[in-house]
């Protein structure tokens, strides 16, 4: 068994070269840190998908496509006159306003709905707010529909076939997700 005798120097000489492993490691576990923070905060601030803080939705009113015309993508195609385009921005915004109560409505019916995993579960409840969804949504389909009638009336024979053909390019909607 060996024995080892460190003088002064050696023990100052080792220590300083731990202290430095020391400042090494707090160092990088700092900026390790630091980096973890910035991910967070810069995840955090994308914000989850769809709604936007302000209540709009992304692509939506003011959004980076601007305002919306009634006719989505599919009329920028169409080389609307300034009439046209704002009689389909009155349309759209009656539209907005005959229907806001309807939102309102399915907004209250989904925060009401009770807990799924709560525990216990009333069917006739489920199937009550389901139906009374399912009325609104009925609604809303219909008004939509009167709605794209009105902005068909508005445009000249070439921009109707032309919206024609995009949509049937497009093909009809897929119908939407189960909730």
Request: glycine share 8%; charged share 25%; aromatic share 4%.
């Amino acid at each position: 068994m060996r024995c080892y005798v460190l003088n002064n120097t050696e023990l100052k000489g080792e220590t300083k070269m731990m202290m430095t492993k020391w400042r090494k490691t707090s160092i990088v576990l700092a900026v390790a840190g630091a980096l973890m923070v910035m991910v967070a905060m810069v995840a955090y601030s994308q914000g989850p998908p769809g709604r936007q803080r302000d209540g709009g939705f992304r692509g939506g009113p003011g959004g980076p496509d601007g305002p919306r015309d009634g006719l989505g993508p599919l009329g920028r195609d169409l080389n609307l006159t300034d009439e046209q385009k704002a009689q389909i921005k009155k349309i759209s915004e009656s539209f907005a306003e005959s229907t806001r109560s309807l939102h309102e409505q399915l907004r209250t019916l989904h925060e009401s709905e009770p807990d799924p995993f709560s525990g216990t579960f009333d069917e006739a409840a489920a199937r009550a707010a389901a139906e009374a969804r399912a009325k609104i949504e009925v609604e809303l389909s219909v008004s939509r529909a009167k709605m794209m009638s009105q902005i068909a009336a508005v445009l000249t024979s070439d921009q109707k076939a032309k919206l024609a053909a995009r949509r049937q390019q497009f093909g009809p909607k897929p119908p939407p997700p189960a909730q």
